[in-house]
């Protein structure tokens, strides 16, 4: 083989190479620097577990919490932006959503306000849908979505929400 072809391609595979790298650390400075502005964000409230569960839990996908009104702001604190399977219940204290490898999301029935159907959030988009219920974390209004494995279960959920608490329903 000739020397300068395997110097080109070599020089083309580290070249590569350094062109992945820096965009890698370009993401994750981007991502400190998104921690960081959201140091503010106060961590989710603990169910102490003891509220009669209203709605029994429903399987699926935790898709994320955004900031409420731009669904592309993923909250990146207390893992609140990390996807996982898991299960949502509504019991009388609020909606628990139990996630796989990750810690509780807890959303205290006062902090709801509002729950609907919609076809995306947090860059993912479903044509069956997701229920997102709109709340209260401090100060900041955030929109959390779940994805039922069983796309009916979004409007049941919806009806026993707008039954337990005064919400604004669409």
Do not use: N
């Not at 993401?27 to 960081?36: D, H, N, P, T, V």
């Not at 429903?58 to 609140?80: E, F, K, S």
């Not at 898991?86 to 204290?93: H, I, M, P, R, T």
């Not at 069983?150 to 026993?160: E, S, V, Y």
């Amino acid at each position: 083989m000739d020397f300068s072809l395997l110097l080109e391609r070599s020089l083309l595979t580290l070249g590569t190479l350094a062109f992945c790298a820096v965009g890698y650390l370009l993401m994750a400075r981007g991502w400190r620097s998104r921690l960081s502005r959201q140091a503010d964000v106060p961590a989710p409230p603990v169910s102490d577990g003891a509220a009669r569960v209203l709605v029994d839990w429903v399987p699926g996908l935790y898709v994320g919490t955004t900031a409420a009104g731009d669904w592309l702001d993923r909250i990146a604190v207390h893992q609140l932006s990390d996807r996982a399977t898991g299960e949502l219940c509504l019991a009388e204290d609020g909606v628990h959503v139990l996630r796989d490898g990750l810690p509780e999301v807890f959303v205290p029935r006062v902090d709801l306000r509002g729950a609907t159907v919609e076809q995306s959030l947090a860059g993912k988009v479903v044509s069956t849908g997701m229920l997102v219920l709109t709340w209260r974390l401090g100060d900041r209004e955030l929109a959390t979505a779940f994805r039922a494995d069983d796309p009916t279960a979004h409007a049941r959920l919806r009806a026993a929400l707008s039954a337990l608490v005064p919400l604004e329903i669409s």
